[in-house]
């Protein structure tokens, strides 16, 4: 991995404006960024895409209201939902302006600020279980980074100047996965879940295949 002081340049809107599949298996192994006085850095491990308007599991599904508007773009922006009365979900809006689409970040593998992390996470660092448990599902990496629907909802990720961003380090997986998306009764059996194979920071139980 590059080191911190040379994680700085966001990766572009162009990078967004794509099909959320292509997005998904893309975000892979790039690094989410929170600025901090101390970083927190965590690599992408698992996400799932969600396609607009012919995706009945899409916030967007619908169409447009208040509360799903960053899904109809410009893409690279955040969209944050609160679910189950209790944790965040952190999400990147996906295609060109007006056509919805996004993807959900499921699931980080700590590299930086775990300190940080657990102390938001008020979990303690006892041993690499803990240590996996720290971002390893949507709403747990949400609290792992301060993220909120209050703090980030609307967010430009592709800004130099955010303070929540995804960068570039030079990593490839060696085998990236694709299964059905999980937690979810609509259109559940659509293969849009993305993940590195093998990598033990996922949800649910690691992938081999």
């Known amino acids: 991995m590059k080191p911190v002081a040379k994680l700085r340049d966001p990766l572009p809107r162009s990078f967004y404006d794509r099909d959320p599949r292509r997005v998904s298996r893309d975000l892979l192994g790039k690094v989410l960024v929170r600025r901090e006085p101390k970083a927190l850095l965590a690599r992408i491990v698992e996400v799932e895409a969600y396609l607009g308007k012919n995706d009945p599991a899409a916030h967007s599904y619908r169409g447009p209201t208040a509360r799903n508007a960053v899904m109809f773009g410009p893409p690279g922006y955040v969209y944050v939902y609160f679910i189950y009365g209790n944790h965040y979900c952190f999400n990147v809006s996906c295609q ?20 940080e992390m657990a102390r938001r996470r008020g979990v303690a660092l006892d041993g690499p279980r ?20 209050e703090r980030d909802n609307g967010k ?3 800004n130099v100047a955010s303070d929540l961003f995804v960068v570039d380090d030079g990593f490839c997986p060696r085998k990236v996965l694709v299964t059905a998306r999980v937690g979810i ?5 659509r293969p849009l ?4 194979a093998a990598n033990k920071f996922v949800s649910g139980p690691r992938i081999f295949q």
């Open 185 to 189: 009764t609509k259109a559940a059996e």
């Open 156 to 158: 430009d990720l592709t």
């Open 96 to 115: 060109p302006e007006g056509v919805a689409g996004a993807v959900l970040f499921r699931a980080l593998e700590p590299l930086a600020g775990m300190e």
């Open 193 to 196: 879940r993305y993940l590195i």
């Open 130 to 149: 803990s240590l996996r448990n720290l971002t390893s599902g949507p709403g747990r990496l949400a609290e792992a980074f301060g993220i909120t629907r």
